[in-house]
């Protein structure tokens, strides 16, 4: 088991014998180096009860079917109404949605009160103007250390132009697109086998 740590901006490496020396401040501020897209993930109980939470843990894993998944924390406040749902929804915010995101990730007892919201299929909360919208139908929940990881089948999706809201190092970012590559045998359809 390794570490590293931050110094002199660069990464020292560190070897762990034992699990208490893993330093997991260390550990979370190497995760944050992976720049994510931000996400609202909603659903809607069998008695009614709408859910919604801020997240970045949100994932693509299979074209055909077509499966996502996202994870959430055990301790978290919603998670026996997301394990309870048949349902979730995953809404990708646009950059200009910062107080969406911000308003989702903090408790409150109805977060749906104050926003605007449609429902969708089953009832499931949407968010209006994202930049893409999964509908999923929950396939599968793997209990994985201390998070829960939901896997769904997106049943309906749409999108649309935009830039993202985009979150790394612990802030949010906007994105900035690359010059083209001087090599020109290099072209995006060769990382066709890599990314979806």
């Known amino acids: 088991m390794t570490q590293a740590r931050r110094h002199g901006g660069a990464a020292a490496p560190a070897t762990a014998d034992a699990q208490e020396r893993f330093d997991l401040r260390q550990f979370r501020h190497a995760l944050g180096r992976f720049a994510t897209g931000i996400t609202v993930i909603t659903t809607r109980t069998a008695d009614g009860k709408c859910e ?11 074209l055909d079917p077509p499966l996502v998944l996202w994870s959430l924390r055990r301790d978290a406040m919603s998670l026996p109404s997301f394990r309870q749902s048949r349902r979730f929804a995953v809404n990708v915010l646009a950059a200009h949605q910062r107080g969406i995101s911000n308003h989702f990730a903090r408790p409150a007892a109805d977060k749906f009160e104050k926003v605007k919201w449609r429902p969708g299929l089953d009832g499931c909360p949407t968010l209006p103007d994202c930049l893409a919208l999964f509908e999923c139908r929950r396939e599968r929940v793997i209990e994985a250390g201390d ?3 939901f896997i769904g089948r997106v049943e309906r999706f749409t999108w649309r132009t935009g830039d993202p809201l985009v979150f790394s190092c612990g802030h949010y970012c906007l994105t900035a697109t690359l010059p083209e590559h001087p090599r020109a045998d290099i072209a995006p359809s060769d990382f066709a086998d890599l990314m979806l």
Do not use: D
């Open 147 to 149: 998070h829960v990881v």
């Open 52 to 62: 919604g939470l801020t997240a970045n843990s949100f994932g693509a894993v299979s």
